[in-house]
């Protein structure tokens, strides 16, 4: 019997996700506390479970099964009703979906009379009902699904916004939106939804300032998140007198907020140097007191009313765990079946200075092994995202073959404040190439990686930077390994969608009829005739966020010159959510690795 390999093993373990395409990979019901929804891998592909911890562990049921998996879901405020998002193929565009709890086979579609629409936030209701958001073509679409699935819309706009509360009768919306189509600078919207009237609305040039919720019990006071003094800090905004105040200073680091149940106190979270720390902040004594939940990366966290918090936490060692937080006693909250996941390295941090300032990376080394290593730069998407301290089994699987694994967060990324993120304009595809230098170089004359072996890879722009590197710094690089890549701006253009088109616009600083040489001076494909390494790309033939088509045209460029490239054209969206799939693509990957750049013995 062949025993399977560690990365194969530590992939197929039954996980918890900490990230969705489609929404967050947890959600908690407000009014019954310890029911819940999250995405998991325990069938073999990513599918909705619900949850009841009210005895722990709670059992995971199945609620979803869907051959190219399933990764946005919501519960209904009571615990009663599941909702997931059904997209065709992977391609996002759908419609939601509600079953009760315990019985999630008997299923009724929300909204069937209007057309399927791409996802822009779900908000359950008191009742059974729901707030939704649709995008059609270039406009926002506000609505109202009753429990019996039927509904209209209330509200509607030519920004193209997102539902990130309501209150719980639904006669209020909060809503995030980009002022003048900047995506970087998010502004606030509250929306009476009886007449889809805008009651209040805080916008504020080159500043984000996102909504988080109305408060427990008086919708009129609303807490955001602002960036006014660059990292992002909460503040209670009261939409009937326009005051405005912060609630919290003194922490280093990105911070957050939500409500306690109560909504005399805040959860607060705290990121710093790609790891998070949790609060208590009492908003009367305005004392604050550290969660004592282990180090890590929070991917969600919330306050339920049995006074417990819940977390879904993961570290680069650590799988992703929900854990609950009561009278000072942290237990896990769900069980998962079979085998955990083999161990995975710890995470290091490395810095540099770059041009545009202190860059900050996370390094991982193999165990078995000694510097200089052979060493591969595994390079995130977003590009407003960011790598933290977190659990990836993709990493894990690369330094099981022997090689050191770099994350550099470039400028252009989120969790170093808003100078840093909105550093990434003018010279996109370059700049974050320069902070990947910066590190590289720290590295290199540190005697950690060996300067002659070195291969990037990454997924969506992370697959763009790839190619970017490729083309631009010819021999520089070993291989390039790039899933789902922007590849070609230009041919990119003409066949996402309208949300995607204004996000580029935002990031470029103009539409491509503005400004084309600069589009083709960020694009790939202009470099396509100086790659020099072999690479190895794969595409999803229903991606709408970097479509098919222009990967084509940018593999038939290196095939045309007789260019060692692979290409796997998948029948997948922007993810691979099914285990077996995600098996094959990265035993792909790792032979082509093992190919490209040998690990010596």
């Not at 029911?35 to 599918?47: D, I």
């Not at 039927?150 to 209020?172: F, I, K, N, W, Y």
């Not at 252009?412 to 974050?432: K, N």
């Not at 260019?563 to 285990?579: A, E, N, P, Q």
Request: some cysteine; glycine content about 10%; hydrophobic content about 40%.
């Amino acid at each position: 019997m062949i025993s399977m390999p560690r990365w194969e093993q530590r992939v197929r373990a039954p996980q918890l996700l900490t990230f969705s395409l489609l929404g967050p990979s947890i959600s908690w019901a407000a009014d019954h506390p310890g029911r819940g929804v999250l995405l998991a891998t325990t069938s073999g592909a990513v599918e909705v479970y619900a949850f009841d911890a009210t005895d722990l562990p709670a059992p995971l049921t199945q609620v979803t099964s869907r051959d190219q998996g399933t990764t946005g879901a919501a519960v209904s405020r009571d615990g009663s009703t599941v909702y997931w998002f059904d997209d065709r193929s992977g391609d996002e565009l759908g419609r939601w979906v509600a079953a009760p709890f315990d019985d999630p086979a008997r299923t009724i579609v929300l909204l069937p009379e209007l057309e399927p629409a791409y996802s822009s936030g779900f908000q359950p209701l008191s009742g059974g009902a729901a707030l939704i958001g649709r995008i059609v073509g270039d406009s926002f679409e506000l609505a109202r699904a009753e429990p019996d699935g039927s509904g209209r819309v209330v509200h509607t706009s030519t920004d193209l916004a997102g539902v990130e509360h309501a209150t719980p009768d639904g006669e209020l919306a909060l809503l995030e939106f980009p002022p003048d189509g900047d995506f970087l600078h998010p502004a606030t919207r509250v929306v009476r939804t009886a007449d889809g009237s805008v009651v209040a609305e805080l916008r504020e040039d080159l500043v984000a300032i996102r909504p988080v919720a109305f408060h427990p019990s008086d919708p009129g006071r609303v807490l955001l998140v602002h960036d006014r003094a660059d990292r992002p800090m909460p503040m209670i905004w009261d939409t009937r007198t326009g005051e405005q105040h912060d609630v919290v200073t003194g922490l280093e680091g990105d911070v957050s907020a939500m409500w306690y149940p109560d909504g005399d106190a805040l959860l607060v979270t705290v990121l710093d140097e790609a790891r998070h720390r949790t609060y208590r902040l009492d908003l009367q004594t305005h004392e604050l007191t550290l969660l004592g939940f282990p180090a890590g990366a929070i991917a969600r966290s919330a306050a339920l009313t049995d006074g417990s918090v819940h977390a879904l936490i993961s570290r680069s060692d650590l799988p992703p765990t929900l854990l609950r937080l009561r009278d000072d006693e942290v237990v896990p909250l769900v069980e998962l079946p079979g085998e955990p996941p083999a161990p995975a390295v710890a995470a290091t941090d490395v810095h540099a200075d770059g041009p545009g300032g202190r860059v900050h990376a996370l390094l991982y080394v193999p165990p078995d092994r000694s510097a200089p290593y052979p060493t591969v730069f595994v390079v995130h998407g977003g590009p407003t995202a960011q790598d933290v301290d977190a659990w990836t089994d993709t990493v894990a699987a690369v330094v099981d073959q022997g090689y050191a694994v770099v994350r550099v967060n470039y400028r252009g990324s989120t969790g170093y404040g808003a100078a840093w993120r909105d550093a990434l304009t003018g010279r996109v595809g370059f700049i974050e190439l320069e902070d990947i230098g910066a590190i590289r170089r720290v590295l290199e004359t540190d005697g950690v990686i060996d300067p002659g072996a070195v291969s990037i890879m990454g997924g969506s722009w992370g697959g763009y930077l790839t190619l970017m590197a490729l083309g631009t710094e010819p021999g520089r690089w070993r291989s390039g390994v790039a899933y789902v890549p922007m590849a070609d701006w230009i041919v990119s253009l003409e066949d996402e969608p309208a949300w995607m088109a204004q996000f580029d616009a935002a990031l470029m600083h103009g539409t491509v009829e503005e400004i084309p040489d600069v589009y083709r001076a960020s694009s790939p494909i202009t470099y396509v005739e100086a790659v020099e390494a072999p690479v190895f790309i794969t595409a999803g033939e229903n991606d709408p966020r970097c479509p098919v088509r222009q990967i084509d045209g940018y593999v038939e460029r290196l095939r045309a010159r007789g260019h060692d490239v692979r290409y796997d054209r998948l029948d997948t969206g922007h993810g691979l959510f099914d285990l077996d799939a995600k098996v094959a693509e990265l035993r792909t990957a790792l032979d082509f690795l093992r190919e490209t750049l040998p690990v010596l013995s």
